[in-house]
T-cell receptor, first 114, second 115 residues
Framework: DTGVSQDPRHKITKRGQNVTFRCDPI?????LYWYRQTLGQGPEFLTY????????KSRLLSDRFSAERPKGSFSTLEIQRTEQGDSAMYLC????????????FGPGTRLTVL | AQKITQTQPGMFVQEKEAVTLDCTYD???????LFWYKQPSSGEMIFLIY??????QNATEGRYSLNFQKARKSANLVISASQLGDSAMYFC????????????FGTGTRLLVSP
């Protein structure tokens, strides 16, 4: 399978714990994005990388959130001191620079904070 | 103000019929892109079709076409010959401005295709 992959697919954690998610983009894609989707809503942009550089960050990305893409390939999203409001689907997408620049999404990681 | 508005929370269509899903957008940029994604119950977002603001022709991809009316700021998705597998959430999204990459999504329309 050469699509975007995410790990884990589901994560249940207790409030206050730290969690880390991984995203592996389509191999030739230089851009990588993180979105968050809550029930009944469309995805909301969190952050974007071009190669290893983090170029855009949403105001939604509080100090408790950090994302990295150390070698310009896979990316991690860490949430520290999780809160119940962090419960959501975390979606990763990747794209190749170009006019259309369509983003291809992974299956998502569903986070439940108890 | 909402950047992307999808006014139809749910739509029903019979198999083999055509259906139009509405999307209006709000931007002051001249350069922008419009996208439609499908999200089945499995959760994965599937890219369907793209329309650039400078594209003169309406985009088409197989059974999907985009009815782009720039002056009205609408980008409706038309699905022809609906199939049972088309039942899903459909999201309209916009990338606005030059050099910005984030997509802004609407709240989606749930499409149910009946036999």
């Amino acid at each position: 399978d050469t699509g975007v992959s995410q790990d884990p697919r589901h994560k249940i954690t207790k409030r206050g714990q730290n969690v880390t998610f991984r995203c592996d983009p389509i191999s030739e894609h230089n851009r990588l994005y993180w979105y968050r989707q809550t029930l009944g809503q469309g995805p909301e942009f969190l952050t974007y990388f071009q190669n290893e550089a983090q170029l855009e960050k949403s105001r939604l990305l509080s100090d408790r959130f950090s994302a990295e893409r150390p070698k310009g390939s896979f990316s991690t999203l860490e949430i520290q001191r999780t809160e119940q409001g962090d419960s959501a689907m975390y979606l990763c997408a990747s794209s190749l620079s170009g006019r259309k620049n369509e983003q291809f999404f992974g299956p998502g990681t569903r986070l439940t904070v108890l | 103000a909402q950047k992307i508005t999808q006014t139809q929370p749910g739509m029903f269509v019979q198999e083999k019929e055509a259906v139009t899903l509405d999307c209006t957008y709000d931007t002051s940029d001249q350069s922008y892109g419009l996208f439609w994604y499908k999200q089945p119950s499995s959760g994965e977002m599937i890219f369907l079709i793209y329309q650039g603001s400078y594209d003169e022709q309406n985009a088409t991809e197989g059974r999907y076409s985009l009815n782009f009316q720039k002056a009205r700021k609408s980008a409706n998705l038309v699905i022809s010959a609906s199939q049972l597998g088309d039942s899903a959430m459909y999201f309209c999204a916009m990338r606005e401005g030059f050099g910005f990459q984030k997509l802004v999504f609407g709240t989606g329309t749930r499409l149910l295709v009946s036999p």
